[in-house]
């Protein structure tokens, strides 16, 4: 029998509560001497406020930055919101063209928010939206956005069911296979070559029986078997790109992850909008008056005093169901629980 | 005597100067003896058609009658020969000379009973072949300036001959005077003579013509010990079309030691256009008369003086007697010349070594971008490997790479002979070539040549390293308002973060050869927007235009904005440098006061040089940097993973405690209740333990 004290060690372990802890006291070492001007109780206040609002990632390391799916989540729609204007196409700014990107771009977008994103993991959203295509083609934001945010958030899930794929090229048992690990990462790299298969692909209805014992066992997170249920079901077979274009492309999946609006909202952010008016206004103004202009600051400045009014985190408790629903509730081990 | 130039029939008149100069005791009359030669008969013998090539003609009738018959003389076919006849009296004026002047022959006349003749004298006439005089032994001066003889023959028997004049002729070769051992002058000038040769046994031979042929390459010249006047140069009367004199580089072949008495070498006219290549007249001692007009080097302004200065033993200069002022002059000219020469010379090799070293630099960043790809490309293989089925395949490349990586570096030690970096201040632009240049930054440089550098250009130096210096660089120049980067390594738009932190900047110039940022579309917005605050007047020489700084605004304004307001104060500080948190911290401290105060602050930010705070956060670390603090970012968390660990264990420990109380109290505060009350039910025998109890006490 459990007692209350295991739940709780599994709750904060399911909601990854120690990352958070260890981070907190490392960020707390870190900028110790700064920290201590203004109270330990304060920061740890507006470490976890931040957490809370995914404000937490910005310009940390990698390895923080996809620690948890919560990160991930924070770092994607981070990403979105400051990017945004890259994209975006007509309309009020209609002064600025769509730009298409290369991923190599894209890479260096992502390395503003984060100086040690892996060029792996831009490259790999990249195939998702080219198809494995020429790797120098120019891509729409939102194309790049939607298959980033595949890739980036269920990469382990993505690894796995690379595996399983290529599994089920060969004619092998699937499931027979051992769910990856960190340490499986050999099949990610070659994939499938389905270019002279006549009949390319693999079987959908099997493919799926495979991936939902996958999303079983896995203790990454996946995306909610129903909706893959569905993808999958449509059609007799499926080749891999064909799968991760169909999840880039699932409005179901990105409302069940949270992190991002839907594709039809994708460049509303009314609140941003504001803000940056006021920049531009700003710039302007500068532009016209000359250098000793000295608002920029000021009006940046004052912003702070009330950052949680318009919290850049809304969705957020939204999110929080549904990634219990998808990942939490079946699986009862956790490395980081011991 | 010198021939003057453009004088047409220089050539009978050089002869007597010639004469004169060998010391030949004849006296030519050339001025008397034309009128007096025409009165000479000729008769044709048609009988001597078949003898003309015996050496002694019997039949040689002398026929001096003051008639001339001319009719037999044109209509002679090339098979006749006239025959001389002179009176007695003629013969006794002139006993040792005979002059056929203009007479219109076309072959040598057969002259008989003239064997002590001495001159001998066939200028302007046709005679296309020397004949009929071999049994003139004790001819001395042979005449033949003006014919049409294409080849020298007929002489080799005149032994004494010590003149022979054969200017204005068709001879194409020098043949045929092997025995003519006393030769003192040989005039050839005027034919078409392509090579000097044959002529190294005539050891007396004094002065040489060979002016206006067409002599390419002045050789064989050996021999000639007598030597005192060579002339070779062209006369302007000259009809040749193609005169091809001296070629440049042809004279040091002509070795003066080989001609001990040379006094008087006359070039004018001829293809000589640098001193080099005349330079060794210089070793002359006897030489002193040199003509060098009309060829390319007498058009120099240093000619005339690097000439004197050279050849001190010159007295004549194109014909100018050189005064002892103008040798003076010519030496400290020449000075001056020879230091502006060393001068650019240096020039030259600074600019050749200066060339040599960016290639060599070039090189070597080129290895070093090879191997880094390399490595890459193996890593990756690496990773690659333990999919791959085909094991073989797979062992194959990194062998390969390993040998072209010890070829590289062989390679490299090659060329580290050279110098591997470069460091050159031209105007106002400090150029740094190689990682290495970085290092002056670290030298004292005056304040003058500090203060006048406004443009850096980092050319073969990895971006990473320039990073590390700007700090040095903003000190050490402060005026330097212009940057440029070429084959630096510029890939990613948050490198151009860590330009911000230099005092200002005007314009930016990244080349796009070994930039690859520059093929990002982004880049220049990106470059104007974090770089907002110094308000850049041009981005790779285009003009910035307000419409640019307010599309980089609204592409990356955002970012700005999301940086500054949603980052935790905590680490705010810690993206920021030293400078700045001050800023920072009055800016927090002054944040409950209104607005207002805000901006005179910011004002002063402003003035001080400073970027917007929210751009602040946006900063670059080098890779290296990055990674140390990886790693210690991981070291920090493994500790506090072990320290949160402890304290979850701990808090779990005592909660568990805690539980456990909770559930143990209530029956252990039951029994403690029914103790007690069991001990209290008998309320005498309780008084009597108490009262014992005390009694214990008190003992």
């Known amino acids: 029998i459990l007692t ?48 809370r609002q995914g404000t937490h990632i910005l310009f940390r390391e990698f390895s923080f930055v996809q620690a948890t799916p919560h990160n991930r989540a924070s770092f994607l729609r981070t990403f979105w919101r400051c990017f945004r204007t890259v994209g975006k196409n007509g309309g009020k700014y209609s002064s600025i063209c769509c730009y298409l990107l290369t991923a190599q771009e894209y890479h260096c977008l992502l390395q503003l928010l984060c100086p040690d994103f892996p060029m792996e993991l831009t490259q790999k959203a990249a195939r998702i939206v080219l198809m494995d295509d020429a790797m120098d083609c120019l891509m729409s934001f939102s194309d790049f956005l939607f298959a980033f945010q595949i890739q980036f958030y269920y990469s382990e899930f993505l690894e796995s069911v690379a595996a399983i794929y290529q599994d089920l090229l060969a004619g092998k048992n699937p499931n027979t296979v051992i769910v990856p690990t960190s340490s499986s990462g050999q099949h990610r790299q070659r994939q499938p070559p389905n270019d002279c298969n006549p009949l390319e692909g693999v079987e959908a209805s099997l493919f799926y029986q495979c991936l939902e014992s996958l999303c079983d066992r896995s203790k990454y997170s996946c995306p909610p078997s129903a909706l893959v249920k569905e993808m999958l079901s449509s059609v007799q077979r499926m080749t891999f790109y064909e799968f991760l274009m169909a999840l880039a492309k699932d409005q179901g999946i990105n409302r069940a992850l949270g992190a991002l609006p839907d594709k039809g909202d994708l460049f509303l952010d009314p609140a941003m909008d504001q803000e940056l008016e006021k920049l531009v206004a700003q ?21 702070r005093n009330s950052p949680r009014i318009n919290s850049p985190w809304k969705p957020l408790h939204h999110r929080r169901k549904m990634d219990a629903e998808s990942e939490g509730s079946n699986e009862e081990t956790d490395s980081s629980e011991n | 005597m010198v021939p003057s130039k453009g004088r047409p029939g220089r050539g009978p008149r050089a002869a007597p100067a010639a004469v004169n100069n060998c010391g030949l005791q004849l006296v030519i009359q050339t001025s008397s003896i034309p009128e007096k030669a025409k009165p000479f008969e000729f008769r044709i013998n048609k009988e001597q058609s078949s003898f003309h090539n015996r050496l002694l003609q019997h039949d040689l009738e002398r026929n ?35 002059t056929l002047e203009r007479q219109k022959l076309t072959v040598c006349p057969i002259i008989d009973g003239e064997d002590h003749l001495r001159l001998l004298n066939f200028q302007h006439n046709f005679i296309t072949r020397i004949q009929n005089i071999s049994n003139l032994h004790h001819l001395v001066f042979l005449d033949l300036y003006d014919n049409q003889i294409e080849e020298i023959s007929g002489v080799s028997t005149l032994r004494s001959l010590r003149v022979l004049l054969l200017g204005k002729n068709r001879i194409k070769k020098i043949s045929n005077l092997e025995n003519l051992k006393n030769l003192d002058v040989l005039d050839l000038h005027g034919n078409q003579i392509a090579k000097i040769e044959n002529i190294s046994h005539l050891s007396e031979l004094r002065v040489l013509n060979l002016a206006r042929n067409l002599l390419t390459v002045v050789e064989n010249l050996n021999g000639l010990d007598s030597l005192t006047e060579l002339n070779l140069r062209h006369n302007q009367v000259s009809a040749i079309v193609c005169v091809l004199w001296f070629q440049v580089g042809v004279w040091p072949l002509l070795d003066v030691d080989t001609l001990p008495c040379l006094q008087r070498l006359f070039l004018s006219f001829n293809n000589i256009s640098s001193f080099e290549d005349i330079l060794c007249l210089a070793d002359s001692s006897s030489l002193s008369d040199i003509t060098l007009d009309g060829n390319p080097i007498a058009q120099e302004t240093w000619y005339k003086h690097t000439v004197l200065h050279h050849m001190m033993q010159l007295r004549q200069l194109d014909m100018k007697r050189i005064t002892e002022e103008e040798r003076r002059m010519a030496s400290i000219a020449a000075r001056k010349e020879e230091e502006r020469k060393r001068e650019s010379h240096r020039q030259t090799l600074l600019k050749e070594k200066k060339r040599l070293t960016i290639g060599n630099i ?21 990773e690659n490997e333990p999919c791959q089925i085909n094991g073989s395949a797979a062992y194959v490349f990194p062998e390969e790479s390993r040998s072209l990586d010890t070829i590289l570096s062989s390679a490299v030690q090659g060329l580290s002979v050279l110098e591997s970096h470069l460091v050159e201040v031209e105007g106002d632009t400090l150029g740094l070539y190689g990682a290495g240049a970085l290092e002056c930054l670290d030298r004292n440089w005056s304040v003058q040549t500090a ?34 980067f070429k084959e630096t390594n510029l890939v990613a738009l948050q490198q151009f973060n860590a330009l911000a932190e230099m005092h200002r900047m005007e314009q930016l110039t990244v080349d796009p050869q070994g930039n690859p940022v520059v093929n990002l579309t982004l880049w220049k917005y990106y470059v104007l927007f974090r770089l907002n605050h110094f308000n850049l007047q041009k981005i790779n020489g285009v003009k910035v235009t307000e419409n640019d700084i307010l599309k980089a605004e609204r592409l990356f304004g955002i970012l700005a904005y999301v940086a500054s307001s949603e980052l935790p104060h905590y680490r705010m500080l810690s993206l920021f440098g030293e400078s700045r948190r001050k800023q920072f911290h009055y800016l927090l401290e002054g944040k409950g006061k209104k607005s207002g105060v805000g901006s005179e602050e910011s004002s002063d930010t402003r003035r001080s040089g400073g970027e917007s705070t929210a751009r602040a956060t946006l900063n670059y670390m080098t890779k290296d940097f990055h990674m140390e603090k990886l790693e210690e970012i991981k070291e920090r968390k493994t500790f506090c993973q072990t320290y949160i660990e402890s304290l979850v264990e701990e808090a779990a420990d005592i909660n568990m405690k805690n539980e456990s109380l909770q559930k143990l109290w209530p029956q252990m505060f039951i029994e403690l209740v029914r103790d007690a009350v069991i001990e209290i039910r008998n309320k005498n025998s309780y008084m009597k333990l108490c009262l014992q109890r005390i009694m214990d006490q008190k003992e």
């Open chain 2, 64 to 98: 001096y009658s003051g008639r001339q018959d001319n009719t037999n003389f044109g209509s002679s076919s090339s098979i006749t020969f006239p025959v001389l006849q002179r009176t007695a009296e003629e013969k006794i004026l002139n006993s040792d000379r005979l």
């Open chain 1, 4 to 51: 209350s004290v295991s739940y709780s060690l599994l709750f904060a372990a399911q909601r990854h509560v120690l990352t958070y802890m260890e981070d907190a006291v490392s960020q707390l070492l870190e900028n110790r001497e700064d920290i201590s001007q203004y109270g330990i109780a304060r920061f740890f206040t507006e470490y976890f406020n931040s957490v």
């Open chain 2, 451 to 484: 203060g006048i550098i406004a443009t850096v250009s980092f050319m073969f130096i990895e971006f990473d390293e320039i990073v590390q210096v700007l700090a040095k660089l903003k000190t050490k120049f402060p005026n330097c308002v212009h940057l440029k």
């Open chain 2, 362 to 382: 070039a090189r070597q960043w080129e290895i070093q971008q090879n191997r880094t790809a390399l490595e890459a490309s193996l890593n990756k293989d690496k």
């Open chain 1, 283 to 303: 710039v302007s103004g500068l532009s016209v008056s000359g250098p000793a202009s000295s608002s920029a600051d000021t009006a940046n400045m004052p912003v």
